[in-house]
T-cell receptor, first 112, second 116 residues
Framework: AQSVTQLGSHVSVSEGALVLLRCNYS??????LFWYVQYPNQGLQLLLK??????LVKGINGFEAEFKKSETSFHLTKPSAHMSDAAEYFC??????????FGSGTQLTVLP | GAGVSQSPSNKVTEKGKDVELRCDPI?????LYWYRQRLGQGLEFLIY????????KSGLPSDRFSAERTGESVSTLTIQRTQQEDSAVYLC??????????????FGEGSWLTVV
């Protein structure tokens, strides 16, 4: 079985502040982990993914995430938020199941 | 094509009617997925096709929902006798191989279905 929990359905940060979006997963096998972003009225776009190797993964638009097996976490961070980062962010896991299982999403608001 | 293509992009239908949603995956991608996203909610897995293997239909919410895929190309998701709770965005995605291999899945823009 596999599942994803995203803590905080809504997160607000000021422009220039640190962005931290939390994701915890459950998987009966070593997981592959993904973060996707969805802008209004658009499909999902891959931000970054962890498969094997280095646990700190860098993605597009300055985002990065760290796989922590001991904490079963894959939190997404960005040092300095930009107005264009406002969107919905989804964490997903691929483990024992053949499809991606998604979290319920976190809506990020960036305040001027 | 360059990306996953879905049609129609928007569909308004009357309760009780049948609808068909089409998905054209990225050329060469053997795996194809359908997800449903209700307003303000996350993605709900519906069905998964991988090559010539039997599809994983474990996410289909009722027998009103069905999907087919022709070889490794186009897929059609059919909803019979639509209900208002079927209103959602239906997202299609494809990947070179299954995600159990760590492959990235690429999403289409979605088909927005409204049942009135």
């Amino acid at each position: 079985a596999q599942s994803v929990t995203q803590l905080g359905s809504h997160v607000s940060v000021s422009e220039g502040a640190l962005v931290l979006l939390r994701c915890n997963y459950s998987s009966s096998v070593p997981p592959y982990l993904f973060w996707y972003v969805q802008y209004p009225n658009q499909g999902l776009q891959l931000l970054l993914k962890y498969t094997t190797g280095a646990t700190l993964v860098k993605g597009i638009n300055g985002f990065e995430a760290e796989f922590k097996k001991s904490e079963t976490s894959f939190h997404l961070t960005k040092p300095s938020a930009h107005m264009s980062d406002a969107a919905e962010y989804f964490c997903a896991v691929s483990g024992s199941a053949r499809q991606l299982t998604f979290g319920s999403g976190t809506q990020l608001t960036v305040l001027p | 094509g360059a990306g996953v293509s879905q049609s129609p992009s928007n569909k308004v239908t009357e309760k009780g009617k049948d609808v068909e949603l089409r998905c054209d995956p990225i050329s060469g991608h053997t795996a194809l997925y359908w997800y449903r996203q209700r307003l303000g909610q996350g993605l709900e897995f519906l069905i998964y096709f991988q090559g010539n293997s039997a599809p994983d239909k474990s996410g289909l919410p009722s027998d009103r929902f069905s999907a087919e895929r022709t070889g490794e190309s186009v897929s059609t998701l059919t909803i019979q006798r639509t209900q208002q709770e079927d209103s959602a965005v239906y997202l299609c995605a494809s990947s070179l191989l299954g995600t159990a291999s760590g492959n990235t899945i690429y999403f289409g823009e979605g088909s927005w279905l409204t049942v009135v």
